[in-house]
């Protein structure tokens, strides 16, 4: 992989809809555009697919859509609760210990309520 030329923030601002694109069409395999004053790196812009691969959420969404296709075969729906932890987990703030704690919470079967006699 080159070292990446680094844009001023004007050229960076005029030139980012092309930018944009060109990220889109290279997809995962886009280079990163580093962008920064006096040509020293403050920020990056990457492609959504490069994004997602670094930051491991292609395979907690690959994860996710496995369940969702286990309950598909099933014949059963997700919740809209289980849809946006699922959500959550592919956006790296909720774990999988802490979906799984929620769903079992979430369709454990109640104890029987005894009023007092």
Known sequence: ???????TVSEARSGLSRILTELAEAGPQAEPVLIGAHRKAQGV?????????????VSRRE?????????????????????QDA???????????EMATRALARHRPKPPHHEAG
């Open 63 to 83: 994860a996710a859509e496995s369940a969702t296709g286990s309950l598909d075969a099933e014949g059963l729906r997700p919740t809209s609760a289980s849809d």
């Open 87 to 97: 959500e959550a987990y592919v956006r790296g703030t909720l774990s999988a210990e």
């Open 1 to 7: 992989m080159r070292v990446p030329a680094i844009l």
């Open 45 to 57: 812009l990457l492609s959504i697919e490069a994004y997602e691969n670094l930051t491991g959420r």
